[in-house]
């Protein structure tokens, strides 16, 4: 059986091109999978499960199609859809992970991350990062109206892009330490993750021997996946046609 990986489709409404080849990805590729794990940014925003716009009903119910078709689903959350709640789970069909998980792939471990949370040099971003990730402040979130949020997300969002465009290339990256750290202490040699953008695999040195980081890309122009099956693992990628 196959199981798929896919991270940072940051789909929206302003991108007909990516939702439609995500449905089709969905359709066509994912269609017969044993498993698809998204692991986190399939939304470029995510306000609360109680979002009323059609990208959010389109994707749910695309989702929920698969599901039903007996292909397990598991979502992870992203740095822009954190949100994502047990609401959306259930229409979905699809489980909840946690931000480090691991899973049992063809008999072996490997852990699964979003991603952000391995860029320790970005400091700005992780304080910014412990602070809405809070419960209590999630549940603040989850409570407004949905008007005040939609005006949160946006400011959040244009704040993020101002301090990106002047950090260096380097801070956006993984900090290597961190990745060697975490799979030492999950005893894991293959970790996938998204997030950075920068589809790659890499080699990493473990205190008992030798691992694999696989990175996810982002979609547009190309989608990205990880394809595994018997064992192996496949980075594959193809056009998006606008
Ligand atoms: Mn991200």
């Known amino acids: 059986m196959t199981t798929l990986f896919i991270a940072d489709l940051h789909l929206s409404p302003g991108r007909p091109e990516v939702t ?59 740095n822009r859809d954190f949100l994502v709640g047990k609401r959306f789970a259930e229409a979905t069909g699809a489980t909840l992970l946690g931000d480090e998980a691991v899973v049992q792939l063809d008999g072996r471990p490997v852990l699964l ?17 412990r602070k809405v990730r809070n419960p209590a402040i999630k549940w603040l979130l989850a409570h407004l109206p949905l008007s005040k949020r939609l005006q949160i997300a946006a400011r959040w969002r244009a704040g993020s892009k101002a301090a990106n465009r002047n950090k260096p290339e380097s801070i956006m990256d993984v900090t290597p330490q961190e990745v060697v750290r975490l799979m030492d202490r999950y005893r894991v040699q293959t970790l996938i993750h998204g997030h950075t953008h920068r589809p790659a695999t890499h080699r990493v040195k473990l205190s008992a021997g030798a691992g694999e980081r696989w990175v996810l890309g982002d979609w547009g122009p190309e989608a990205w996946a990880i394809v595994a099956s018997q064992g192996k693992l496949d980075l594959q990628h193809w056009p998006i046609h606008s």
Request: glycine share 10%; with cysteine.
């Open 20 to 78: 439609e080849a995500f449905i089709a990805f969905l359709q066509q590729r994912a269609a017969g999978a044993g498993a698809l794990y998204i692991l986190g940014d399939l939304f470029e925003a995510w306000i609360g499960d109680d979002d009323p716009s059609a990208l959010a009903s389109r994707v749910t119910a695309a989702l929920r199609e698969l599901t039903e078709a007996g292909t397990q689903l598991a979502f992870q959350h992203g």
């Open 113 to 129: 991350m979003h991603g952000d949370s391995l860029c320790l040099d970005d400091v700005a971003y992780q304080r910014f990062r």
